[in-house]
């Protein structure tokens, strides 16, 4: 009989705070360059047609002696049955005995987990001294990236919010964010006056709503795109020299943000080249051959490492297609654990 | 926040009994049968060949509302750290929300449910009449094929046993057997006298341990084969008509029990041709073409519904290549979710 511990979503909000995050996704990204982190192929099932489906994603990160599993469903009726529509589950196992360790709510891990996988993006990728940041989307994930973002971008100073399907979104959320990012992610540090003050800081940026999207692009240092949508948002020529993207929303094949075309002189790096590829920004150019399996300059890991050089000149457009790898869930994940039992959070059971 | 319920081996061991298993298996066979049940691709990883592995099994009954996965790793050397090499995780989803169920140990499940697959074969294809049964392999499975095969097949008479490593357990293992058939599978029905007499009347037979496989196939009527060997057991000389076999031990590539030329001439069913033919008992006789996939006369789902028929003549030799499906263990697993809710057993959580 096993000892399992199980976190609800309140019970891992009380433990993560976003500067852990951004380095246990950035061990996960490490391992994976060095061959300690391996994802498994990904099962998807569609229970109806655009109506409901779920997958598992699967991995092991052998320099965490752990492996496990998400499952992610997706009912778009459980709107009308006050149920959320994604559910998200994550189970970890020891690596090395294969005994299950826990079961954890997979939703603010995954958010928390998207949003830092954006920033690493903009770490190792954007110009140090970039200024402005446009968001597109201001859906559940832009909290997350923009937190993130700004905590590792020291120079940022305005951020634009762009929603491509209704503006007013943007607005409800423009008002509501200083006040967010104050209460969602200083928390953390407030027995930390030295990070406190540091990141409060960086939160201390200018928000403004845009309504054109070309001339916000024009303006921007990174843009990051966080929207579900199925055709390019972001035209080539609007794009100036310099910028770097992060894009977040093309998380299975058909979604596309940017004009796949601005992929063919950036400088492209992925969480997963497969994924990308097959699912991700640049599935649709890699479809019409506009880009092949050689145009990446690498997986976000090597230039991290040092292994493969990221942004060459001020003037390179780069790009993060972050689609989502379950190592980051895992590595998090089992943190989470890891704290919970130092911490005595969470309900134990026996299995 | 959901509700989730965990269940142990032993909490599961309360409420499962071996005549509802064997009905849940049987639906779970009918429902796959009607694409009322889908199998979704198996995630298999192998962490160090032939000394730790894991795989992911997983699928969708419509027909009970249900989705899940089992979750099965495999470490060798589990042995030193007292720990049970094999570890099963059962996870069950509402089919209609994706809302999680619950999380069961799956040992006890697995057994249970593997040992009701074999007996359904022999309730379908074997002689009614059968009075001979010879269990090949004395290991973990075998009590639960003898106690499901003999609860459904009612003239049985002898059992022989045959352990073709090491024969000295096969004597152990029945000094025990009258005593562990009595505890573990009747004790469900001590408060319903008739089937508890019906079935103290099955268990009531002659258990047998045999030196020679040869001989015993000679007298055998029902052959199970639960043995995790890599080369065939049984000739195809030795076997005389109107046996039926039951093939448990091949659950995996590479794993053979019978002689393949058997399959040539044989009325053969499975729990799913797919498996079967890429890991089953029928893998070797598919790769060296001496059968082909319309070689299968169907799914045993079929003969339960009537959509096939199975044995033809008494003289006829039938097999039925059990190769074990989610669907049995997210059927079992399930059913224990509800009788754990009536009978609050169990921990519960939130997640």
Redesign the interface.
Known sequence: ?FK?R?L???AIKEILDMKTVIEKVEEAFVMKEKFQG?L??V?F?E?ESGV?D?D?E?G?I?GADL?G?K?V???SE?KE?D?PQL?G?V?V?D??????KG???GQYIANMGTGAAAAIGAKYLARKSSKTLLMVGTGNQALYQIAATLMVMPNIEKVYLYNPRANERANTFKDEISKRLTEEFLKPYIKNSKLFDEYKEKFDVYFEVVESIEEATKKADIIITAAPSKEAIIKKEWVRPGTHFTCIGADMSGKQEIDESILVDSILFTDDIKQSMTSGEAEKAIKNQLIYKEDYKGEIGAVILDFAKGREQENDITVFDSTGIALQDLIIANYALEMAKEKNIG?L???
Do not use: R, W, Y
């Not at 690596?95 to 299950?100: A, E, I, S, Y």
């Open positions: 009989m399992v199980a609800n979503q309140a391996e498994f192929p099962v099932h229970f409901a779920m598992i699967s092991h052998k492996f599993l499952l469903s997706c009912f459980n049955k149920l559910i589950t189970m196992f690596g090395n005995t294969g005994v299950p079961i954890l709510n309900d059971f026996n299995l």
